[in-house]
T-cell receptor, first 110, second 111 residues
Framework: TQLLEQSPQFLSIQEGENLTVYCNSS?????LQWYRQEPGEGPVLLVT?????EVKKLKRLTFQFGDARKDSSLHITAAQPGDTGLYLC??????????FGAGTRLFVKA | DAGVIQSPRHEVTEMGQEVTLRCKPI?????LFWYRQTMMRGLELLIYFNNNVPIDDSGMPEDRFSAKMPNASFSTLKIQPSEPRDSAVYFC?????????FGPGTRLTVT
């Protein structure tokens, strides 16, 4: 069974702090996506990484795909209250059947 | 585009009743996914379609759950009879690649 493990499960930080969340698996993925979900809404796609070692930046968010395409990280610089939400990683197994991690719930205090 | 549309947004029903959830995918997307999200189990894939054909329904909990996609612009997820343990948020998502676009979800409460 392919699993995506995310850590930490919960993170509460002050505005302005930096943080990193992780997504790990023993399986190789064709691509990996990161989504953010806010209360009462569906997940919203943030980024897709495809190539091993790839790094993508989206304003204060930096996404990295592991060299072996089994893991990924999301780093947020100078977190803001608007970053609060559930961060989900999702791995594409190659057949359009996506496996989701359990998520990291982030709370940024003003 | 209006994005993925789901209805109803909230549904409260009594145990034993039939529940039908509806989804309109984004035009041009040929994949449609139904998920269930709970605090305990996270986001679970129930079933997905490609070009209106069910491809993988291995996530459907049991025979009480059924899903149809009669055309490219409409899908339903039906629970009959409903049970309290079916209470969750049900999401529909559509895609044309590995990037999925989610609807706002239907929050189902079975009492």
């Amino acid at each position: 069974t392919q699993l995506l493990e995310q850590s930490p499960q919960f993170l509460s930080i002050q505005e302005g702090e930096n943080l990193t969340v992780y997504c790990n698996s023993s399986s190789v993925f064709s691509s990996l996506q990161w989504y953010r979900q806010e209360p009462g809404e569906g997940p919203v796609l943030l980024v897709t990484v495809v190539t091993g070692g790839e790094v993508k930046k989206l304003k204060r968010l930096t996404f990295q795909f592991g060299d072996a395409r089994k893991d990924s990280s999301l780093h947020i610089t100078a977190a803001q209250p608007g970053d609060t939400g559930l961060y989900l990683c999702a791995g594409d197994t190659g057949g359009f059947k996506t496996i989701f991690g359990a998520g990291t719930r982030l709370f940024v205090k003003a | 585009d209006a994005g993925v549309i789901q209805s109803p947004r909230h549904e409260v029903t009594e145990m034993g009743q039939e529940v039908t959830l509806r989804c309109k995918p984004i035009s041009g997307h040929d994949y449609l996914f139904w998920y269930r999200q709970t605090m305990m189990r996270g986001l679970e894939l129930l079933i997905y379609f490609n070009n209106n054909v069910p491809i993988d329904d291995s996530g459907m909990p049991e025979d009480r759950f059924s899903a149809k996609m009669p055309n490219a612009s409409f899908s339903t997820l039906k629970i009959q009879p409903s049970e309290p343990r079916d209470s969750a948020v049900y999401f529909c998502a559509s895609s044309w690649s590995y990037e999925q676009y989610f609807g706002p979800g239907t929050r189902l409460t079975v009492t």
